[in-house]
């Protein structure tokens, strides 16, 4: 799905004017500002009701447009850069002066991405600023994959929304930090971590939650649903009767499962639409929810299931 042109052109002069828009991308839409623009980055702050102290990804058009918010990139994010960009990886790097504190939320780094979405290549390619973007959802909520679910929630909060279809990937992105130089996973997400070690050649370590964030996605509790949900092991033998069961793959009830077709790239795609639809009934029973094999994209699958399930 292509937007016309006058919404391409709004949507430049909405950022421009200091304004929020809705951003497709592959991973979920964005809720996306001028990252150079202060003022505007905290409108994002104040309209997903986000905590200061958890900061955000700024997208970018172009690999080399990297310069213009980060520096001192090490050798190994530059080889993952040429090998998974455009696409569901965030690099944190050490961010350049140019980068507002408020969108690091005071930290030195900066968490950046190329998106792999037509749309938003077209409108970040035609900025003369990159853009902040985190999930165009309220804090903690489930993050949204359709135009529809920006509109839902964030109608007043926004100038427009543009559509750019369903996203194809469905979770957002791996994001990956260099601490001494090496790859640690911060958090899990489009990007398996077996194809950063094939590309890095060693194991990447995994350093996920934190109640004092270093990248987004590190909070844990997140991705939440009003429904309460339990979860249940992969494999494991499903709950007595009378218990509402999502399993991950049921072959002879597909739609009602986690994944249509028993892949991991199938549930998701559907784990953030399916976890909005149980808050049509959001005081009914509990929802037992199977998790998804625990390798590539069912890890991040897990750690979104894990956050949506958490109680604080």
Known sequence: ?????????????????????????????????????????????????????????VHIGRSSDVHLVAREIPEDA??????????????????????????????????????????????????????????????????????QHVLDQLTDEV?????????????ESTIVGFPKGRATVLRLGGLSVEDLEACLGYTVPTQLSSSQPHSPGQLASHYAPARAIRLVEHGAVRPENG???????????????????????????RLFGLLRQLDHSPDGPEVWIEKAPESGLGRAINDRLTRAAHRA
């Not at 799905?1 to 304004?19: F, H, T």
């Not at 980068?99 to 409108?123: I, N, W």
């Open 1 to 57: 799905m292509q937007p016309k042109p006058s919404e391409l052109i709004a949507a430049r002069a909405a950022l421009r004017a200091g304004r929020l828009i809705g951003l497709p991308t592959e991973t979920v839409y964005g809720l996306a500002a001028n990252a150079f623009d202060p003022v505007a980055v905290a409108r994002i702050f104040e309209a997903k009701r986000r905590p200061y102290f958890d900061p955000l990804i």
């Open 78 to 147: 530059h080889a993952l850069m040429k090998a998974f960009w455009p696409g569901p990886l965030t690099l944190v790097l050490q961010k350049q002066l140019a980068v507002p504190d408020l969108v690091t939320s005071g930290m030195d780094t900066v968490a950046v991405r190329l998106p792999q979405h037509p749309v938003a290549l077209e409108l970040l390619q035609s900025l003369d600023f990159p853009l902040a973007a985190p999930s165009a959802n309220p804090f903690g909520y489930v993050s949204p994959t359709t135009r």
């Open 159 to 171: 100038a427009l929304v543009l559509d750019g279809g369903p996203c194809t990937v469905g979770v």
């Open 243 to 269: 218990v509402t069961f999502l399993p991950f793959f049921n072959e002879e009830q597909p739609t009602f499962s986690l994944s249509e077709d028993g892949t991991t790239a199938s549930a998701a795609t």
